[in-house]
């Protein structure tokens, strides 16, 4: 028998296929087995005995939910058990080349973290507040939200923002003497965001205008505004800390009913008017940049300026106007510390929140709805080491001080998955 080999070739109008290539990546799964690991080695090392007790109600709530009591070890081993068959989910679904689903990892984290806090709250005669945890998540998130809300806009137009840690910290600075000249806190508030306003138009030139390296420009924006603010505040506010350095913070405003809703109603319906422009700016931010015609020209000259430059986009100045928008929201960031927070200004009180604003972004993957959930993990982890010291967990203290930006690293290391930043991020146009 002869085997006849024959040369199948496609008629020369036949569409061509695109061809997919499967990779196989096994970050995630890894991940997730040394989280799991990890917290194994601890349970087994330093075993609590005793009762976790979970408080789910507050005073102002419709109804009393009473007292979560769970045993703490066994809560916490079936925890582990979960989390063990939800990473061998994790391998099999990368030994087959398919891409681990979120719920996964969502489903992983909240196992995780219950497990944690049942060892944590074994035996303490307190009970761990879910409101206050979600609470003071919501609160310590909001100048990282503003600040990776700031990151999507610059970095969809093309322009990566590590200015945003200088703009928060400006925003914090003016808002704190502008409000404390005039005693309004909406003051304050206005001069937050010409203060991120302006961080941004020098970034912008630098960057833009001038096309020196945008990561440079950053990062010496950072140490400039540091450097400024430091010595405005020891020469300026320090001696006169009554009258410029005193600044009326906004009230909280409950909405009727809703702020009476178990569990997340103080959370989420009892809070000040910045919480809720942070809720409305991140629907802004998401629906501008999706759902309208600057939104599509801003992503345009982030992904291909040279042709959104041939169909009559002018991208210096698309990219200029998304800088200064993106300065203003990060901007409103740093008000937070003063007209929010504490009242007054301190020296580098922002204490890399803009960092992990920019850690928020690519965790994000350059999405606003996404960067502003990863906003709210990363205050949920700075939160967790104040709820862990009310309840006396045996924690030390270097760890909890550690937390929020281990999580940071965990989560940018091996849950973000593939991403791809905007195609033009970083890169000046030359206009041929």
């Not at 939910?65 to 994790?90: F, G, K, R, Y």
Request: net charge positive; proline share 5%; hydrophobic share 55%.
């Amino acid at each position: 028998m002869t085997a006849v080999t024959t040369d199948v070739r496609p008629a020369p109008d036949a569409p061509v296929q695109p061809r997919t290539v499967a990779t196989t990546s096994y970050k995630t799964p890894t991940i997730l087995a040394v989280v799991t690991g990890l917290l194994a080695v601890l349970l087994l090392v330093q075993p609590h005995a005793g009762d976790a007790r979970f408080a789910l109600s507050s005073g102002a709530d419709f109804f009393q939910i009473p007292v979560l009591v769970v045993p703490a070890m066994a809560t916490a081993w079936v925890c582990v058990a979960l989390m063990a068959v939800l990473t061998a989910l994790a391998f099999l679904r990368a030994r087959a080349r398919r891409k681990v689903p979120g719920w996964v990892t969502a489903l992983f984290a909240v196992l995780g973290l219950l497990a944690f806090l049942a060892w944590a709250a074994a035996g303490s005669p307190r009970d761990l507040s879910v409101v206050g945890l979600i609470s003071g998540a919501i609160a310590l998130s909001i100048p990282i939200v503003y600040g990776a809300l700031g990151g999507v806009i610059g970095e969809r137009a093309g322009v990566v923002n590590i200015a945003i840690e200088g703009q928060l910290l400006a925003g914090a600075f003016t808002s704190a003497l502008a409000g404390s000249i005039t005693g309004s806190p909406w003051a304050g508030l206005l001069a937050a965001v010409v203060a991120g306003v302006l961080v941004a138009l020098v970034l912008g030139v630098f960057a833009i205008t001038y096309r020196v390296n945008q990561v440079i420009v950053g990062v010496v924006l950072n140490v400039l505004v540091i450097g400024l603010t430091s010595f405005l505040y020891s020469q300026l506010l320090v001696p006169n800390a009554q009258t410029l350095n005193n600044t009326p913070r906004f009230e909280r405003i409950g909405i009727p009913l809703l702020e009476r809703i178990p569990i997340v109603g103080q959370a989420l319906f009892n809070q000040t008017v910045v919480v809720y422009l942070m809720f409305l700016a991140t629907a802004a931010v998401w629906f501008g940049l999706y759902r309208t015609r600057w939104g599509l020209r801003l992503r345009s000259v982030g992904e291909h300026p040279k042709a959104a430059d041939t169909v009559g986009i002018k991208v210096e100045a698309t990219r200029y106007r998304a800088l200064m928008i993106a300065g203003g929201v990060a901007g409103v960031g740093g008000a937070f510390y003063t007209v929010v927070s504490i009242g007054q200004f301190g020296k580098e009180m922002t204490a890399g929140a803009g960092f992990i604003a920019l850690a928020a972004v690519i965790f994000g993957k350059w999405d606003p709805l996404r960067a502003a959930l990863a906003g709210l993990l990363f205050g949920f982890a700075t939160n967790l080491q104040n709820i862990l010291n009310v309840v006396g967990a045996p924690v030390p203290s270097q760890f909890m001080l550690m937390l929020p930006y281990l999580v940071t690293i965990f989560a940018v290391a091996g849950l973000v998955g593939k991403s791809r930043a905007p195609a033009a991020s970083g890169e000046p146009y030359v206009k041929e």
